[in-house]
């Protein structure tokens, strides 16, 4: 008895997700993770600042990051957030 294989193509039609963030938005996750604890390590290390003001420093980039994805990216057309800005800008 022979098998049937049929062909998956899950890989290529799958999208990157974590919580909110998804496709080229974990890039946003990314940068904003690193200026998170840039900012958490310069403002306690170099300004002295108390742990937990400098913890308020660091959640900043994470919570304009969401703040930017659930405004501008999750459930919207691709160049929105572009669009937006440009809108802005004029």
């Known amino acids: 008895m022979e098998r049937l294989i049929h062909a998956n193509d899950n890989a290529r039609e799958a999208k990157v997700t974590l919580w909110i963030f998804e496709g080229s938005s974990l890039y946003v996750l990314i940068v904003s993770v690193a200026l998170a604890l840039a900012g958490f390590r ?21 919570v304009l990051a969401s703040v930017y994805v659930l405004t501008l990216k999750l459930g919207k ?10 809108w802005a800008c004029d």
């Open 77 to 86: 057309p691709k160049s929105y957030d572009v669009d937006v800005f440009r």
């Open 42 to 62: 310069s403002a306690y290390d170099r300004l002295g600042l108390g742990t937990w003001a400098s913890a308020g420093v660091g959640v900043a980039p994470l």
